[in-house]
């Protein structure tokens, strides 16, 4: 994969003091680089515990800016400053139906989940079933057992309990799948790494009221592809 550089993997040795501070030394350093300005984001991401969301071999990384690997085929759990940057551009708040498509660790999940509250819906869809169980025993072994998990094709969305406010795509697609964006409800935005040439670009959508899309490209990014029907 381009431009990923592994640190080397070892028995985990911090302390949970030791992660704590590293957490809030991380919230304060992505606020004044810019990507956290909603205060709900900003609580949430010092509320996850990031490190209970990595394999030992990985866990004391797990402030560090850089993609670490998960079980299963193509997975890793991403960059700390790639949830606010998904994020703040969706204008995730409380009481939002929100769909993630690659659940990975859990952990954006989770951080989705305090982020939406009680009085909304995180749904979190995964292909691979390694990872898929990585993620839902991370999930259960923290406490977060009101959040709708699925093994399957994320492409596909999830009829059931859609129409979703905002929708985060962890995988980097061709182009935005259909059924995601007949899933957002009016008003509703989407945010995706879509590939263009040797570039990612990640890209918001916006759902207008009258049922049209407004895109606007954000920065570069770097994600594993997208598997399942709407394959690169
Ligand atoms: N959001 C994750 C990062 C996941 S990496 C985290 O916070 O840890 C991208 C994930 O997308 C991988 O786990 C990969 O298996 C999954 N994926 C790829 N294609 C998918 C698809 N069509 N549907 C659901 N998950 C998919």
């Excluded at 759990?77 to 708040?93: Q, R």
């Excluded at 929100?98 to 951080?111: D, H, P, Q, R």
Aim: overall charge negative; hydrophobic content about 40%.
């Amino acid at each position: 994969m381009r431009g990923w550089i592994l640190p080397p993997a070892r028995e985990p040795v911090k302390t949970r003091d030791e992660f704590q501070r590293e957490r809030a030394a991380k919230v304060e350093e992505l606020a004044r680089l810019g990507y956290i300005k909603s205060e709900r984001i900003r609580r949430a991401l010092l509320t996850v515990c990031r490190e209970d969301f990595i394999p030992g071999p990985y866990r004391d990384y797990a402030y560090c800016e850089v993609p670490l690997p998960l079980p299963g085929e193509r997975s890793t759990i991403s960059c700390p400053h790639s949830y606010p940057l998904f994020y703040d551009p969706l204008g995730l708040d409380a009481g939002q139906r929100f769909l993630e498509v690659g659940l990975g660790s859990g952990y954006g999940t989770a951080v989705a989940r305090e982020v939406v509250g009680a009085g909304g819906l995180v749904v979190a869809i995964e292909i691979d079933p390694v990872t898929y169980e990585f993620a839902r025993a991370n999930l259960a072994r923290v406490g977060y057992d009101d959040v709708v998990l699925v093994n399957d094709d994320g492409g596909l969305g999830y009829p059931p309990l859609q129409p979703f406010d905002s929708i985060s795509i962890t995988a980097a697609c061709k182009a935005v799948p259909a059924p995601l964006i007949d899933q957002l409800s009016p008003g509703g935005k989407l945010i995706a790494p879509v590939i263009a040439g040797q570039r990612q670009i990640l890209v918001l959508t916006e759902k207008t009221a009258t049922g049209g899309v407004r895109t606007e490209e954000i920065c570069d990014v770097l994600y594993v592809p997208l598997r399942g029907k709407y394959v690169v």
